[in-house]
Every structure is written in C-alpha cells, then in structure tokens.
C-alpha cells in the first residue's frame, strides 16, 4: 500500500498520511483503494478497503468518517461510528483518527503537537473559510504547522470569472493566483494550493509545507473527479501517536 507521508517537523508525535490508489479491491472506474462510499462503488469492496487502511496504520480507535457538503463545520473525532456532516475533523485523544475524503479538491493537515486536525477545501469551502474554521480549534495559530496534500494542479484546474470574483473580493492577494486562458476568454487557471497558502498565512499560520502535487495529471497514483467523472477517493488521515 502507497501512502504518502507529509514531510513536515511533527512526524515524531503525529502521524498522518494520504492515501493512493494502491492496495485495494475496487475495481473499473474505482480501480484501487477507493475510499469512498457515496460514489457508486460495491459498498463491500469499499469497507474492505477502509479496513486495509486502518489496519495498516494500526490505529486503536475507528476512525471518523465525515459526510463532506464543501461546507465550513468542523467536528472533533470521536469512535462511535457516526458519520457526521463536516468538513474539517479535529482531535486531541491519541489514536484518534481524523479522515477527509478528495479526488481534486485539497486536503490540509494541521497540528501543534498536542492537537491534530484535517479540512477538506474545495474552491467552495475554501473561499468561505473551511481553513480558518479548522484552524480555530487550535489555541495559538502561530504554533501550528500545516501541510498541503495532493490536489488538482494550477495547469489543470480552470475555473471560470465567477469563482475568480469570489476569491479576489474575499481574499486580497488572490488574483495573483489566477492565470488567464488566452484562447478562452473568461477562464482561468487558479492555483488551489497559493490560495490555500496565503488564507493560511493571512490567519497566522507560520508553517507551510506541502503542494507539490497534481491528481489530475497522475492517474496511476491518484483518483480525479475533473479528469474522469465516475471515480473513487482518497483519504487524508491524521492521529497524535
């Protein structure tokens, strides 16, 4: 099973990792290690799926899995499993997972070594502030360390004026996030990952590591809704040791 570990300070303390297509029992268009249930796929191929990955990471707990609605909630992880509708997922009991779920849209981690949380930011949540809700819950935002993990690229995600508009009258600075598309006019290519950096640097967040990916343009590692319509997830998932 590939998972991608991010490289950041905290490893010693918090475990995290991002999931790929590899290790699973899904097959056709879900081809892999899908995640997710809500997408089409054989409900017991997906529970199996969900099983291998929490064995591999050995955690004690079930893990909280979220009804995701691009929305701004944020709840604590807790191992009754219930599936509760949020997109950011906190806690601060060890062995306690916090899961999101993406295909494009960007998962971020984040801790200060005592705490660990996971929002799930779409351009949606994003410009309405899924980032600086989950990064509530934390006491002292310049302890904070954050981690971009694999999202739509800036050469793949275009978007049109409108959400350009949303995030240049919500965010200054924004626009430089934004590239036009010459040969179409009022399209443009946006950068997930700088306007995840600048709201987060804007909220006083001082650690920023992560977004060297694209899911969009690497098939073989990652699902993408954008790219292939009918597809799985994967999970970013997150615990304190």
Request: hydrophobic share 40%; proline share 5%; net charge negative.
């Amino acid at each position: 099973m590939e998972l991608i570990v991010p490289d950041w300070p905290l490893s010693s303390r918090v475990g995290a990792c991002v999931s790929t297509r590899d290790g699973g029992v899904s097959e056709g268009v879900f081809s892999g290690l899908n995640l997710g249930d809500h997408v089409g796929d054989d409900p017991l191929k997906v529970a199996e799926n969900r099983r291998r990955l929490i064995a591999e990471l050995g955690l004690e707990y079930p893990a909280q899995w979220l009804r995701q609605v691009h929305g701004t909630g944020v709840v604590e992880s807790r191992d009754d499993g219930e599936v509760r509708e949020a997109d950011g997922c906190w806690s601060d009991r060890p062995r306690q997972a916090c899961i999101v779920m993406t295909a494009d849209c960007l998962p971020v981690f984040f801790s200060d070594g005592d705490r660990v949380a996971v929002a799930h930011a779409g351009w949606r949540g994003l410009v309405v502030g899924v980032l600086e809700r989950t990064l509530a819950v934390f006491a002292e935002p310049a302890r904070v360390h954050c981690w971009l993990g694999p999202a739509i690229g800036p050469s793949a995600f275009e978007v049109g004026d409108e959400v350009r508009a949303a995030f240049c009258a919500a965010q200054p600075g924004a626009a430089g996030a934004f590239v036009a598309r010459a040969d179409h006019p009022g399209k443009w290519f946006a950068d997930l990952y700088r306007l995840a950096r600048q709201r987060l640097e804007l909220a006083g967040v001082a650690s920023v590591g992560g977004g060297n990916f694209c899911t969009f343009s690497d098939p073989q590692r990652f699902y993408s809704y954008r790219r292939d319509g009918e597809t799985g997830r994967m999970a970013s998932v997150i615990w304190l040791k």
